[in-house]
């Protein structure tokens, strides 16, 4: 089961009274025009530590449907407070109440994380225009291109399949389209929800695919403390060259990085949609699975 939500908060369509779309789709920004996203199309994260969890996770018990979560994503978003996308494959989908046309500044738009020197946990970013002029993110997705693009370690395609545990307090069985397989340690000491895989996801189990990059998580032999180590660019979430912000904090994205499945660039007049998907499987021990985490997403 892949999962496509497209469960909207908001109205269905991008058009407005006051903001209408011309000829060609574009969404002219007004004076009443937000420069932060407006509207959470789906979120459907990958099991994770912060999944469910009603203390740091922040989440309140109620999310038992698709909408309910979305909902919920849109709140956290438009409070400032972190989004977790879980382990690999999982992703969020936002909207703004305009089109993002590429401008003559360093980038174009920007996504807001909570990466530090040694918590990097990146998240790979795809755009849209909403080409059939529907007002949902059902066209094509083209992720842009980043430091990791063409490696050979990085895979494209990459899927994931979760299975439901059977009992509270289980971790989360996982395989992969490599045919590989493992588990979302359940760390009991840090969390104490029932459960890492999502609440209003009901089948058994759930696929997500998308991009994957090499892990590059190391542990100190002496100290035991963990290390996420930054990517050079083009990820969320993670403290590389194009991060920026009194924290480091954000990480700016150009629209002419987009590029299409052959790794071709393409050349886009402006988007209407921007995915994040967590890019990365792995664990680092007592610290748990690694997973991006969203606080904003900003046109410039």
Known sequence: MTLSVLASCGTDSNDTPDNPADENGFRKPTTSSSAFANKV?????????????????GFTGKETTPESATAWAKKRLDEGRFVSLGAFGGYIVVGFDHSIAPGNKDYDFAIKGNATATSNEPGIVWVMRDENRNGLP??????????????????????????????????????????????????????????????WITAESYTLSGTKLQARNVQDNQTGNWDNKPYDYGYADNQGSDSFGDAGE???????????????????????????????????????????????????
């Open 138 to 199: 059902d066209d094509t997705w083209y992720q842009l291109r980043g430091s990791e693009t063409g490696k050979p370690e990085t895979i494209e395609n990459f899927t994931v399949t979760y299975y439901k545990p059977e009992h509270a307090g289980m971790p989360v069985k996982w395989s992969a389209s490599d045919g590989t397989s493992g588990e979302v340690d359940y760390i009991k000491s840090q969390h104490k929800q029932d459960y890492y895989y999502p609440n």
């Open 250 to 300: 954000w990480v700016g994205f150009k629209i002419s990085d987009a590029i299409d499945n052959s790794g071709k660039s393409v050349n886009l007049p402006f988007i209407d949609f921007i995915k994040v998907q967590q890019g990365v499987m792995s664990q680092s021990g007592w610290l748990g699975e690694n997973s991006c985490e969203i606080l904003s997403i900003k046109d410039l």
């Open 41 to 57: 199309y789906d979120y459907t994260p990958a099991p994770g530590q912060f999944i469910n969890d009603t203390r740091t996770g």
